[in-house]
């Protein structure tokens, strides 16, 4: 799962399982922490899930990748950011690279169910570790998808 340092961005309590449509109330930063969130606590629960089997999931951060993610900032924050992204942003290979170590990497099979960055174990916002959590979570999105 597609994760990002974004997730400490997420509500107090991580998720807001009575407002995941965000009709309650919607602040785009939170909600893209809450998602982040989300595919961090995904990614623990299916790992839980795969126990016994050869499968595994993860929840990666790829960094702040030269994309043009930023095409609707506006003029001004564009310019800004082409003039010195170069300074710190990562190519989309660098960013990827996390993704591709996950997927084929013997290296990567002990660190199932972890966030990883940089290809290695990165420490989450503390909720992100709550397996009581992550299964509830996974029943509402069940829920959800059956109701589609």
């Known amino acids: 799962m597609l994760s990002s340092e974004g997730h400490r961005r997420a509500p107090v309590g991580a998720i807001e399982l009575d407002n995941l449509s965000g009709d309650e109330g919607y602040q785009p930063l939170v909600a893209y922490g809450q998602s982040k969130m989300a595919n961090l606590l995904f990614a ?12 595994t999931a993860y929840a990666v951060h790829p960094g702040v990748v030269d994309t043009n993610l930023a095409r609707n900032l506006g003029p001004v924050l564009s310019r800004v950011l082409a003039a010195i992204g170069p300074l710190f942003l990562k190519s989309v290979g660098e960013g990827a690279a996390t993704e591709v170590f996950a997927a084929v990497s013997p290296k990567a099979v002990p660190l199932a169910g972890n966030y990883l960055a940089d290809s290695n174990v990165k420490k989450p916002r503390a909720d992100a570790e709550d397996a009581a959590l992550a299964t509830r979570l996974w029943a509402e999105s069940e829920k959800i998808v059956q109701a589609l």
């Open 44 to 55: 623990k629960e299916l790992q839980r899930r795969f126990a016994g089997t050869k499968k």
